[in-house]
C-alpha cells in the first residue's frame, strides 16, 4: 500500500499512458467508423490528462474544447452525412504487408523504449516553473502561454496562423465549382 | 521585455511582401477574375520586390528572440529560392492557359509555399523549423493535384500527402525527443549540450535518426525515396519543377545546419556510417533506375534521387568546404532542373498523358531552341563540363577527397558516368532519330521557351565561370561554420 501511495504519480501516468495508446490502436483498428471516432475521443481526453500532470493546465483546456469538442464533432458529422457504416475489408496486398508492418512498429517502438531509458532527462520538474513566470513574476499558466506566445514565439505563430490559410484555401480549390477549373482542358478520357 | 524591433521586421521583409502579394492574388481572384491573365505578372512583381528587399536591407543576424538567423547564409538560400519560383512562375502562366487552370490560388500557394521554404531555411529553432515545413509542404499537397481532372494528378496529390504526413510526423517526433533530452528546440543550445558531452546521448541520436529521416522523405533520398517518381509524373510540370527544387534545398540546409551544428562528422561515427550508406545508395538506385524509363519526368525523379545523394556527400563533409559545396550543387542543380521541366512543359501534348522520350524524336530540328536548352541542361546534370553541373560535382567530390572520403568520390564519378547514358538517350531521341510519322502537336510559348532558354545560358555561363557563385556560397558558409 505504501508502494502505491509512494508512486502515486507515476503509476498514474503509465496508466493515463497506456490509455492514450489503447485507444489510438482502436482508432486504426475498430471497423465501425463511430466506434473509432469514439477511440479517438478517448485518445484526446488521455492527452488532456497528460497535459494536466505537466502541468500545463491550458493545454489541456484547449485540448478539450478544440479537439474532444470542435473537432470531434465535425468527424462525427462527416461520418453521419456519408452514412458509413462499416469499413470495407482491407486488400489483399495490404493484408500481406500487415504483419511486416506491426514488425516494424514494434522495433520502433522498442528503439524508443530502450533510447529512453538509456538516455538521460535533462528536462526535470524545473521546467514546470517556466509555465507560470514571466520575468520575476508568477501568473497563472494561461497569461504565461499567452505572453509566450506573442513575444518569444511570435514568428512560429504567425506562421502557423498562415499554415491554416493555405489549408482553408487548399480546400476552397478542391471544392470549387468554377468555369476555369472545370473546363474541358486537359480531363479524364471521355 | 521582448517586443519586436524594427530589425525584426525588416529581417523578415520578403516573407511579409510574399504573404501580402498572396493575399492579394486571393483577393482579385476574388473580386476582378477578369483580370486572371495578368495574375504570374502580379506574382512575379511579388517575387522579385522580395528579391528586392533581401539585397537591400542589412542582415541583421539573430531576430525574432534567437528564432530566425537572417545571414548571408539566409540570403543565399532565399535568393536561390525565389530566382526558382521565378523560373516556376513564368513556366506557370502559359501551362496553366493551356491546361485551363489560371486562377489566382495557384500562384498563391506557390508564394506562401516559398515562405515556408524561406522560414525553413533561415531559422535556428526546431519550431519554426518544422513550421516552415508544413507551410511548404500542405500548399504542395493541393498544387500536385491541382488539375483535377486529370487521375494521375490527383493520384500525385494523394500520394504526396501521404508520404508527406508520415514524413511530418517522423520530424516532429524526432524534435520531441531531442527537447526531451536537452529541454530546447534551439540548434544552438542542443549542438552545445552535444558538443560539451561529447558523444550522442542514446535519445539524441534516436530523435536526430528520426528527424533525418523526415527530411529524407523530403529529399526523396533511399529508402524514403518511392513517391518520387510517381509525383513527379502526375504533377503539374511548374509544380514537379518546383518540388524538385525548393523543398529539397530548404531539408538540405536543415540538414546541414544539423551536421555543422552538433559536428556529427567527428563526433558520432554512426551518423557517418548512415548518412554515407543513405547517399550512396541514393546514387546508386537512382542512376540504375533511371535507365528503365520511358517517361522523360520519371527519370528526373530518379535522376533528383541521384543528385540528391550527391549532395548528401557534401553534408556528411560538411565544414567550410562541405557546407559550400552543397550550395553550390543547391544552385547547379536548380537551374539544370528548372530548364529542363521548363523544355519539358512545352514539349508535352497533353497532360495527363507520359511524357514519353519517344515523343521527342527529331525535335532538335523541329524545335531547335527548346531542344538545345535541354541538351545543354541534360549535358549538365550528366556533370559533362564547361556545364555547371561539373563544377558541383567537382567541388563536391573535391570536399570529400579533402577530407578523407575518397571512396564516397569514387562511387560519385562511377555513378555519373552511369547517369551519362540515360541522360544522352534523350539527347540522341531529339537530334539522331527521324520525327515520327504521327508528329506530336507541342504548342510554343514564347514565355515558357524564354525560361527554358535563360535557365540554360545561366548552366553555360555559371559552369564557364563560377567564381561569383563560389566566392557567394563561400562567405555564405562561413556564418555556419565559425
Known amino acids: ?190 | 521585455m521582448l517586443t519586436p524591433t524594427h530589425a525584426d521586421l525588416v529581417a523578415i521583409a520578403p516573407e511579409i511582401i510574399l504573404t501580402i502579394t498572396a493575399g492579394l492574388l486571393l483577393i482579385v481572384e476574388a473580386f476582378l477574375p477578369g483580370l486572371r491573365r495578368h495574375f504570374s505578372g502580379l506574382a512575379m512583381v511579388g517575387v522579385l520586390a522580395a528579391i528586392w528587399a533581401r539585397l537591400h536591407f542589412e542582415l541583421p543576424g539573430a531576430v525574432w528572440a534567437g528564432m530566425m538567423q537572417i545571414d548571408e547564409l539566409a540570403a543565399f538560400v532565399d535568393i536561390y529560392i525565389l530566382v526558382a519560383v521565378i523560373f516556376t512562375i513564368a513556366m506557370a502562366g502559359p501551362f496553366l492557359r493551356r491546361t485551363e487552370t489560371e486562377v489566382g490560388e495557384f500562384y498563391a500557394l506557390i508564394l506562401l509555399a516559398t515562405v515556408g521554404a524561406m522560414v525553413m531555411a533561415s531559422s535556428v529553432n526546431l519550431l519554426p523549423i518544422f513550421l516552415g515545413l508544413e507551410l511548404l509542404s500542405i500548399p504542395l499537397y493541393v498544387l500536385n493535384a491541382f488539375l483535377r481532372r486529370s487521375q494521375v494528378s490527383v493520384e500525385a496529390g494523394l500520394k504526396y500527402f501521404v508520404v508527406g504526413a508520415v514524413a511530418s510526423a517522423f520530424l516532429v517526433y524526432g524534435i520531441a525527443l531531442l527537447y526531451g533530452a536537452t529541454a530546447s528546440t534551439d540548434l544552438a543550445v542542443i549542438g552545445s549540450q552535444v558538443a560539451s558531452s561529447g558523444q550522442l546521448n542514446p535519445l539524441v541520436a534516436i530523435g536526430l535518426a528520426m528527424i533525418v529521416g523526415g527530411l529524407a522523405f523530403k529529399l526523396a533520398l533511399v529508402p524514403c525515396h518511392a513517391w518520387a517518381p510517381d509525383v513527379y509524373q502526375g504533377g503539374p510540370t511548374p509544380v514537379t519543377a518546383f518540388l524538385a527544387v525548393v523543398p529539397k534545398g530548404a531539408a538540405l540546409i536543415v540538414l546541414l545546419r544539423l551536421a555543422d551544428g552538433m559536428d556529427l562528422l567527428h563526433i558520432s561515427p554512426q551518423w557517418v556510417a548512415a548518412a554515407a550508406g543513405i547517399a550512396v545508395a541514393s546514387q546508386t538506385l537512382g542512376n540504375i533506375v533511371a535507365i528503365v524509363q520511358s517517361d522523360v519526368k520519371r527519370m528526373l525523379a530518379y535522376s533528383g534521387i541521384a543528385h540528391m545523394g550527391y549532395a548528401m556527400v557534401a553534408v556528411i563533409v560538411a565544414g567550410a568546404d562541405g557546407g559550400a559545396a552543397v550550395l553550390v550543387y543547391l544552385v547547379a542543380y536548380t537551374l539544370m532542373n528548372m530548364g529542363a521541366f521548363a523544355s519539358i512543359a512545352m514539349l508535352s501534348e497533353r497532360e495527363d498523358r507520359p511524357h514519353f522520350i519517344n515523343d521527342l524524336r527529331g525535335q532538335g530540328y523541329k524545335r531547335p531552341i527548346v531542344a538545345l536548352a535541354l541538351t545543354t541542361c541534360l549535358f549538365s546534370l550528366a556533370g559533362v563540363p564547361p556545364f555547371i553541373g561539373f563544377t558541383a560535382k567537382f567541388v563536391v567530390f573535391r570536399a570529400a577527397v579533402n577530407e578523407g572520403f575518397v571512396w564516397l568520390a569514387v562511387i560519385g564519378v562511377v555513378n555519373s558516368l552511369v547517369s551519362a547514358f540515360y541522360y544522352l538517350r534523350v539527347v540522341y531521341a531529339m537530334y539522331m532519330q527521324p520525327l515520327p510519322r504521327r508528329e506530336p502537336k507541342f504548342q510554343f510559348s514564347f514565355q515558357i521557351a524564354t525560361a527554358a532558354a535563360v535557365a540554360a545560358l545561366g548552366v553555360l555561363i555559371l559552369g564557364i565561370y563560377p567564381t561569383p557563385i563560389l566566392e557567394a556560397a563561400q562567405t555564405a558558409i562561413l556564418v555556419l561554420v565559425r
Open chain 1, 1 to 190: 500500500m505504501g508502494f502505491l501511495i509512494e508512486n502515486f504519480g507515476a503509476i498514474f501516468f503509465f496508466l493515463v499512458a497506456a490509455l492514450t495508446v489503447a485507444g489510438a490502436v482502436g482508432v486504426v483498428t475498430l471497423r465501425n467508423p463511430v466506434h473509432a471516432a469514439l477511440a479517438l475521443l478517448e485518445t484526446f481526453v488521455m492527452v488532456a490528462i497528460l497535459f494536466i500532470l505537466r502541468h500545463a493546465e491550458f493545454l489541456a483546456a484547449v485540448q478539450v474544447l478544440v479537439y474532444a469538442g470542435g473537432i470531434m464533432v465535425l468527424y462525427l458529422f462527416v461520418i453521419m452525412l456519408v452514412k458509413v457504416k462499416d469499413l470495407r475489408a482491407e486488400d489483399a496486398f495490404l493484408l500481406n504487408i500487415a504483419p511486416l508492418a506491426v514488425l516494424g512498429g514494434v522495433l520502433l517502438g522498442a528503439l524508443l523504449a530502450a533510447g529512453i531509458l538509456l538516455g538521460t532527462m535533462a528536462a526535470g520538474d524545473g521546467a514546470v516553473a517556466a509555465l507560470q513566470t514571466i520575468g520575476d513574476e508568477t501568473v497563472g499558466n494561461t497569461e504565461a502561454v499567452g505572453w509566450l506566445l506573442f513575444t518569444k514565439f511570435l514568428v512560429p505563430f504567425e506562421v502557423v496562423s498562415v499554415v491554416l490559410l493555405v489549408a482553408m484555401i487548399g480546400a476552397i480549390v478542391f471544392g470549387r465549382r468554377d468555369a476555369a477549373l472545370s473546363g474541358p482542358g486537359e480531363g479524364v478520357e471521355p
